[in-house]
């Protein structure tokens, strides 16, 4: 078995890379996600290591003093980052020349040739289901037999060989926890929604949803949502909250944990018998039924993408959601006491000043206890991506998604919407949702019952205004 290394590369100060991210970039206060999908293949190859460089402040002189100690390296890499990582992979090479070294993710997953092409220094690219080819990998096959890879052989050519059949039982999939505990300092991941410290997992992969803007279920996830059996999961849970008792909280990050409502019923009710308390991602469509069955069985928070408060704009992204379905949702989280993370997408094929006035509107009046503003994104492989080369609504100077200290940036430009007017549109959203009487009594309220709240509010806030002065200062 090769001596592996599942490296999350260092990047962008602050930078938050993890697959869990579904934007990959500085955020507006400092967050990271854990790196489950190198956890998936560490958990997989026997005797590997994951580092995971940004949250652990690890800089590229750090990782390059590791390389002589490995055989294989494995980077999770993303559109924003790749530059930074391929820089990376040939650093760890010119340390040691006979490292063999490539890249998973979705970037690579959906452009392997070009990929390839960036730098003789990459190796190998691997694309959907790449928990099992880096398997093999490090068990010595021949590159050549391995389904899912794209790589170089002796003589530089670049081969890509069959696509790995998808992974129909996944309960086949090791628990990532183990992995966590023994490579990470938990403490080092945080989320500004989220109670500290927390853990998330996946119990699935996959999502029904066609959103044109969403990267993993077009890229590397797929359309069908397969997942874990419910004990497989409640046995991780039960491991992990024993391994970790100073968990206050589990995120399942499933893009829609919510897509299969009985299970989602069924894992409620034995994580209730555990007495953990947790959140997933979910649509805003969940009936209040099942709203209160997870409520009643330790659920939290629901972390929601309501995109946009505009009918048309829901449509354009084939987001498969009702304004008033949503109010409703809403409504029914806030009576039964389910704190929401409201995300909202600005930028979106459609999107006027006029739409932008009315998703402001729309979240104020929802109301929910967090929110996020992103700018679209086009990843290469999405259906927004082919919809902006096609319109000439992508230039090329903003094709990386972020600038040069890994903030985004607003990639996207209509003939009546500038990309600095939808940059500056994001400011305006946090100020107007954030500045309201009642909003700012509400989390002076939540600081006052918690001074450990308090400590953490108060450097959010720093950070929070720290970043917006930056961005302020780019749009310039």
């Not at 190998?124 to 790449?130: D, L, R």
């Not at 505009?310 to 409504?331: E, P, S, Y």
């Not at 929401?340 to 729309?362: K, M, N, Q, Y």
């Not at 006052?448 to 961005?471: N, Q, T």
């Given at each position: 078995?090769?001596?592996?290394?599942?490296?999350?590369?260092p990047?962008?100060?602050g930078?938050?890379?993890?697959?869990?991210?579904?934007?990959?970039?500085?955020?507006?206060?400092?967050?990271?996600?854990?790196?489950?999908?190198?956890?998936?293949?560490?958990?997989?190859?026997?005797?590997s290591k994951?580092?995971?460089?940004?949250?652990?402040?690890?800089?590229?002189s750090?990782?390059?003093?590791?390389?002589?100690?490995?055989?294989?390296?494995v980077?999770?890499?993303?559109t924003?980052?790749?530059?930074?990582?391929?820089?990376?992979?040939?650093?760890?090479?010119?340390?040691?020349?006979?490292?063999?070294?490539?890249?998973?993710?979705?970037?690579?997953?959906?452009?392997?040739?070009?990929?390839?092409?960036?730098?003789?220094?990459?190796?190998?690219?691997?694309?959907?289901?790449?928990d099992?080819t880096?398997?093999?990998?490090?068990e010595?096959r021949?590159w050549?037999?391995?389904?899912?890879?794209?790589?170089?052989?002796?003589?530089?050519?670049?081969?890509?060989?069959?696509?790995?059949?998808?992974?129909?039982?996944?309960?086949?999939?090791?628990?990532?926890?183990?992995?966590y505990?023994?490579?990470?300092?938990?403490?080092n991941?945080?989320?500004?929604?989220?109670?500290?410290?927390?853990?998330?997992?996946?119990?699935?992969?996959?999502?029904?949803?066609?959103?044109?803007?969403?990267?993993?279920?077009?890229?590397?996830?797929?359309?069908?949502?397969r997942?874990?059996?419910?004990?497989?999961?409640?046995?991780?849970?039960?491991?992990?909250?024993?391994a970790?008792?100073?968990?206050?909280?589990?995120?399942?990050?499933d893009?829609?944990?919510?897509?299969?409502?009985?299970?989602?019923?069924?894992?409620?009710?034995?994580?209730?018998?555990?007495?953990?308390?947790?959140?997933?991602?979910?649509?805003?469509?969940?009936?209040?039924d099942?709203?209160?069955?997870?409520?009643?069985?330790?659920?939290?928070?629901?972390?929601?993408?309501?995109?946009?408060?505009?009918?048309?704009?829901?449509?354009?992204?084939?987001?498969?959601?009702?304004?008033d379905?949503a109010?409703?949702?809403?409504k029914?989280?806030?009576?039964?006491?389910?704190?929401?993370h409201?995300?909202f997408?600005?930028?979106?094929?459609?999107?006027?000043?006029?739409?932008?006035?009315?998703?402001?509107?729309?979240?104020?009046?929802i109301?929910?206890?967090?929110?996020?503003?992103?700018?679209?994104?086009?990843?290469?492989?999405?259906?927004?991506?082919?919809?902006?080369?096609?319109?000439?609504?992508?230039?090329?100077?903003?094709?990386?998604?972020?600038?040069?200290?890994?903030?985004?940036?607003?990639?996207?430009?209509?003939?009546?919407?500038?990309?600095?007017?939808i940059?500056?549109?994001?400011?305006?959203?946090?100020?107007?949702?954030?500045?309201?009487a009642?909003?700012?009594a509400?989390?002076?309220?939540?600081?006052?019952?918690?001074?450990?709240?308090?400590?953490?509010?108060?450097?959010?806030?720093v950070?929070?205004f720290?970043?917006?002065?930056e961005?302020?200062?780019?749009?310039?």
């Amino acid at each position: 078995m090769m001596r592996t290394l599942c490296l999350q590369a260092p990047s962008f100060d602050g930078f938050d890379g993890g697959a869990g991210s579904r934007y990959q970039a500085r955020r507006e206060i400092r967050s990271y996600w854990y790196p489950t999908w190198l956890a998936q293949v560490a958990a997989v190859v026997p005797g590997s290591k994951l580092i995971d460089a940004v949250p652990h402040r690890l800089a590229l002189s750090d990782i390059v003093r590791e390389a002589p100690h490995y055989d294989l390296a494995v980077l999770h890499t993303s559109t924003p980052s790749f530059g930074s990582d391929v820089r990376v992979i040939e650093a760890l090479k010119a340390a040691n020349p006979r490292l063999k070294a490539g890249f998973v993710g979705a970037k690579v997953a959906v452009e392997p040739q070009a990929s390839l092409e960036r730098s003789p220094a990459i190796d190998f690219v691997a694309g959907n289901e790449f928990d099992f080819t880096i398997k093999e990998i490090a068990e010595g096959r021949g590159w050549n037999t391995i389904t899912g890879l794209s790589y170089r052989d002796s003589a530089g050519t670049i081969r890509h060989n069959p696509p790995r059949a998808i992974l129909e039982n996944m309960d086949e999939l090791p628990f990532v926890s183990p992995v966590y505990k023994r490579d990470l300092k938990i403490e080092n991941y945080f989320i500004g929604y989220l109670k500290h410290p927390y853990l998330s997992l996946y119990t699935g992969r996959g999502c029904k949803s066609r959103c044109t803007f969403c990267l993993w279920p077009q890229t590397v996830g797929g359309h069908r949502y397969r997942t874990r059996s419910v004990g497989n999961v409640i046995d991780e849970i039960r491991w992990a909250r024993d391994a970790f008792p100073r968990v206050k909280e589990f995120f399942f990050d499933d893009d829609t944990f919510t897509d299969d409502l009985p299970r989602t019923q069924a894992i409620a009710r034995e994580l209730g018998k555990l007495g953990v308390t947790w959140s997933c991602n979910a649509k805003a469509n969940v009936p209040r039924d099942t709203l209160r069955t997870m409520r009643d069985n330790g659920l939290r928070l629901l972390l929601v993408g309501y995109e946009s408060g505009n009918q048309q704009i829901l449509h354009n992204i084939r987001k498969g959601m009702r304004i008033d379905v949503a109010r409703r949702f809403t409504k029914d989280c806030h009576e039964l006491g389910i704190a929401i993370h409201g995300t909202f997408i600005l930028g979106l094929p459609g999107e006027s000043r006029e739409t932008i006035e009315e998703t402001i509107r729309f979240a104020t009046e929802i109301n929910p206890h967090t929110i996020q503003v992103s700018l679209a994104a086009p990843y290469p492989g999405t259906e927004l991506y082919r919809e902006a080369l096609t319109h000439g609504w992508l230039d090329a100077a903003h094709a990386e998604l972020v600038d040069a200290h890994g903030v985004q940036i607003a990639p996207l430009h209509y003939p009546h919407l500038s990309h600095t007017e939808i940059f500056e549109s994001v400011d305006d959203f946090y100020r107007r949702f954030y500045f309201r009487a009642p909003k700012i009594a509400a989390i002076v309220a939540e600081m006052v019952r918690s001074p450990e709240m308090m400590v953490r509010r108060l450097r959010e806030g720093v950070e929070f205004f720290a970043f917006l002065r930056e961005r302020r200062e780019l749009a310039r």
